[in-house]
């Protein structure tokens, strides 16, 4: 498996302020994932992943099963539309009302809490 970020560090900003890169790295090191930092996706192809770093710009070719893409986050609240619809004590946070990074989300979750 590996993992492919324009960043120059997976999860930059979110991880960070959540003290969980150690946990993650050692989590992803231990199961053999590849991270691949600087880097962009320029074509998606069937058995084949095209990427560029973005300095270099050194493209290679990656043979892949499967491709699994992270890019702009929509609010979904399914989840609580159909448990609300049974009058169910719910409260949203996080992606279920808008998109934020996860510091964010554990901070609502955090007061959310607190009002309980």
């Known amino acids: 498996m590996e993992i492919v970020t324009p960043f120059p560090k ?5 991880l960070d302020l959540t003290l969980q890169w150690p946990y993650l790295m050692s989590r992803l090191h231990s199961a053999s994932v590849r991270i691949t930092s600087d880097t962009i996706v320029e074509a998606i192809e069937v058995g084949t ?5 973005v300095y270099s710009r050194e493209s290679r ?3 892949v099963d499967h491709v699994v893409i992270i890019s702009a986050r929509i609010p979904n609240d399914e989840l609580y539309q159909a448990l609300a619809a049974h009058s169910l004590d719910l409260h949203r ?3 279920c009302l808008s998109p934020l990074d996860i510091g964010n989300a554990i901070r609502e979750g955090y007061e959310v809490g607190l009002a309980l």
């Open 10 to 14: 997976l999860g930059l900003i979110q």
């Open 49 to 53: 992943v095209k990427v560029t770093h």
């Open 61 to 63: 070719t990656i043979a």
């Open 93 to 95: 946070i996080g992606d």
